[in-house]
C-alpha cells in the first residue's frame, strides 16, 4: 500500500506564499500519478494540479501560471509552489495517488489547510 502525508499548510496574506510537500512511503514504485486536490467549505474537492510518473502535468485553470507541481524522486515527495494567493484558494488541500499493480486504487493523505487572509 501507499502512505501520504502533507505538510506546509498554513495562513498566509493575499499575494503571499506556501509551499506543500506530499512525502509518500510504502509501494512508492506503483504509484502512477500523484494529484493535488482541494476542498473548501460547502464546495466540492477539486483537482489543482497533477504529475505523472512521466512527469506530465495538469493545471486547473484558476491556478495556471500561479502554482506549480514538482517531485523529488530520491525523496518520494511531490511539492506545490503556490504563488500569488488569493483568498479564494483557501481550502484543505489534499494529496492523492494513483496506484496500480498489487496495491491498484485511489490512496489520499489527511490534508493541509491553508488560509488565504485579504
Known amino acids: 500500500q501507499v502512505q501520504l502525508v502533507e505538510s506546509g499548510g498554513g495562513l498566509v496574506q493575499a499575494g503571499g506564499s506556501l509551499r506543500l510537500s506530499c512525502a509518500a512511503s510504502?509501494?512508492?514504485?506503483?504509484?502512477?500519478?500523484i494529484g493535488w486536490y482541494r476542498q473548501a467549505p460547502g464546495k466540492q474537492r477539486e483537482l489543482v494540479a497533477a504529475?505523472?510518473?512521466?512527469?506530465?502535468?495538469n493545471y486547473a485553470d484558476s491556478v495556471k501560471g500561479r502554482f506549480t507541481i514538482s517531485r523529488d524522486n530520491a525523496k518520494n515527495t511531490v511539492y506545490l509552489q503556490m504563488n500569488s494567493l488569493k483568498p479564494e484558494d483557501t481550502a484543505v488541500y489534499y494529496c492523492?495517488?494513483?496506484?496500480?499493480?498489487?496495491?491498484?486504487?485511489?490512496?489520499w493523505g489527511q490534508g493541509t489547510q491553508v488560509t488565504v487572509s485579504s
Open positions: 492523492n495517488a494513483d496506484v496500480l499493480g498489487d496495491y491498484v486504487g485511489d490512496y
Open positions: 510504502g509501494s512508492t514504485f506503483s504509484i502512477n500519478a
Open positions: 504529475i505523472s510518473s512521466g512527469g506530465s502535468t
